[in-house]
């Protein structure tokens, strides 16, 4: 299991590939996802340049893609919550192939904030599409209308000419980032009720924080030099409550060991301040498994008044507490499919050896909240 949690972390990529990062906006719009095929749910375009540096965002960019002036684009497929966060993305489109854009977008995701799909009853959870675009940035003046590169001011020279010059590339620096965290520390429930903002108005808010992480030594996987990345709404104190939340959270070292090179460390950590009337609730809705049930032992507990019924399979479903290192407890069973067939009784002996992230996909905490686990009881594994 410690294999495949490493792989989680972001390998580096070839020079050409290596993404650059700076504190720089992307815009977000979103439209229904009722469009028609070949239509985005929502575009985001990353700024490449000065000119476009509006908002609050985070610009990430291939290296040599930046540098060479190339332009890119990618279509996401994203889970988008009922809270409009993308929970996960995978890329579906990149043009041009094999410059990195790609895994560039897939670094956006933690930054964008979309319109969730509504169903009859209001948001929900559903599959939208996300076109990424990557404009380059166009040195060139306009004081004589020929709209000539300035490469000396891409490099940080003096102009060789004079007059206006738009498109000035925004400072980048090279970064290594800890793609899915897995965390040893993170915020709790309480700690999101006590950093919720006076100025927050009842509204729920959206904070993605930017943070270097400690490689090594006494302090290895905790956070510093964290800054807001996306903040919704703005000017209500969500940003600010986000940051003060950061000091609780801290990478696993073994993850950090695995670091290629010697570029610094960040991560981007999502986090959503629900108001006080339902932060009592508590309940963990989008769990990131770190340990699943052991497909060999389902067999083993699947329950004999099904099997004298002839079933093959069922659906068993608990509601569990969860500890503050991720593992479930105090489980009970709620109505199975089909029910009264003990599939739910049985659930309960398997989802014991399970074990969840600190922090939940939807930007929230899950230590002592309450889980509801479907999981689905086959007489036989596949195999055999």
């Known amino acids: 299991m410690l294999a495949e949690l490493l792989a989680l972390f972001a390998a580096a990529a070839p020079e050409s590939a290596a993404p650059t990062r700076t504190v720089s906006p992307v815009t977000v719009t979103a439209t229904p996802s009722t469009e028609i095929a070949g239509h985005p749910d929502a575009t985001v375009n990353s700024a490449g340049s000065s000119d476009d540096a509006l908002g609050d965002a985070l610009a990430i960019w291939p290296r040599r893609a930046y540098h060479s002036g190339a332009s890119g684009r990618v279509t996401l497929s994203c889970r988008v919550d009922a809270h409009g966060l993308a929970e996960w993305c995978r890329v579906i489109g990149e043009s041009p192939a094999g410059q990195g854009f790609g895994r560039a977008a897939l670094e956006m995701r933690p930054s964008f904030k979309l319109t969730p799909v509504q169903g009859p009853d209001g948001p929900i959870t559903a599959m939208m599409t996300v076109n990424v675009g990557f404009k380059a940035p166009a040195t060139e003046l306009d004081s004589d209308g020929t709209g000539a590169a300035t490469a000396a001011n891409t490099m940080g020279a003096a102009p060789v000419v004079s007059g206006p010059i738009h498109g000035n590339r925004l400072e980048m620096h090279a970064v290594v980032m800890v793609d899915n965290p897995v965390w040893t520390s993170a915020a709790n429930f309480d700690d999101l009720a006590r950093a919720y903002p006076a100025k927050g108005g009842g509204a729920e808010g959206y904070a993605a924080a930017h943070c270097q992480v400690q490689r090594s030594g006494r302090d290895a996987g905790a956070l510093s030099r964290c800054q807001i990345i996306k903040e919704s709404p703005k000017g209500q104190g969500f940003g600010q409550a986000a940051i003060s939340l950061m000091p609780k959270f801290r990478v696993m070292p073994a993850v950090l060991a695995r670091a290629p090179g010697d570029a610094p460390l960040w991560v981007d950590v999502p986090v959503r301040l629900s108001p006080p009337d339902k932060a009592a609730e508590r309940t963990v809705k989008a769990p990131i498994w770190l340990l699943n049930v052991d497909p060999e032992s389902v067999p083993k507990v699947f329950p004999p008044e099904a099997a004298a019924k002839g079933l093959t399979s069922g659906r068993?479903?608990?509601?569990?507490?969860?500890?503050?290192?991720?593992?479930?407890?105090?489980?009970?069973?709620?109505?199975?499919?089909?029910?009264?067939?003990?599939?739910?009784?049985?659930?309960?002996?398997?989802?014991?050896?399970?074990?969840?992230?600190?922090?939940?996909?939807?930007?929230?905490?899950?230590?002592?909240?309450?889980?509801?686990?479907?999981i689905r009881i086959n007489l036989r594994t596949r195999t055999q």
Request: aromatic share 4%; glycine share 16%.
């Open 316 to 374: 068993g479903v608990v509601r569990c507490t969860v500890a503050d290192d991720g593992t479930v407890g105090s489980c009970v069973p709620e109505p199975g499919d089909p029910d009264g067939l003990g599939f739910s009784e049985a659930a309960v002996k398997l989802a014991t050896a399970m074990r969840m992230n600190l922090w939940s996909a939807d930007g929230a905490p899950v230590e002592g909240g309450v889980v509801h686990i479907p």
